[in-house]
């Protein structure tokens, strides 16, 4: 059974910072890409950030670019989110995601989500 976990969600002010993490586990999955993802309420579920499972390549949403920093290490199944000058438009739950080829930045192509980390940025 393949499980993505998150972790570390969270309320702070404009401009503060927060990590968030993912631990993946499962031997049947062998994951190629990793993303994250967010949706917030009333709106569709959209990419933030994406890796190939080597890390040597990432993604970045523009509303994210230059803030946010995805990381993570395959040999312990992390994938990690860097959150800097954060805004309150950041505010939604915020998932991890694999699939088994490549980085895609619609929702729709991973195959395994975990169950969402809710981030809130107070003005």
């Known amino acids: 059974q393949v499980q993505l976990v998150e972790s570390g969600g969270g309320l702070v002010q404009a401009g503060g910072s927060l990590r968030l993490s993912c631990v993946v586990s499962?031997?049947?999955?062998?994951?190629?890409?990793m993303g994250w993802f967010r949706q917030a309420p009333g709106k569709e579920r959209e990419f933030v950030a994406g890796?190939?499972?080597?890390?040597?390549?990432?993604y970045y949403a523009d509303s994210v670019k230059g803030r946010f920093t995805i990381s993570g290490d395959n040999t312990k199944s992390t994938l990690d989110l860097q959150m800097n000058s954060l805004k309150p438009e950041d505010t939604a739950v915020y998932y991890c995601?694999?699939?088994?080829?490549?980085?895609?930045?619609?929702?729709?192509?991973?195959?395994?989500w975990g169950q969402g980390t809710q981030v809130t940025v107070s003005s």
């Open positions: 995601a694999g699939r088994p080829y490549n980085v895609m930045l619609r929702a729709g192509a991973y195959n395994y």
């Open positions: 890796a190939t499972w080597s890390f040597a390549s990432t």
């Open positions: 499962g031997r049947t999955f062998r994951p190629n890409a």
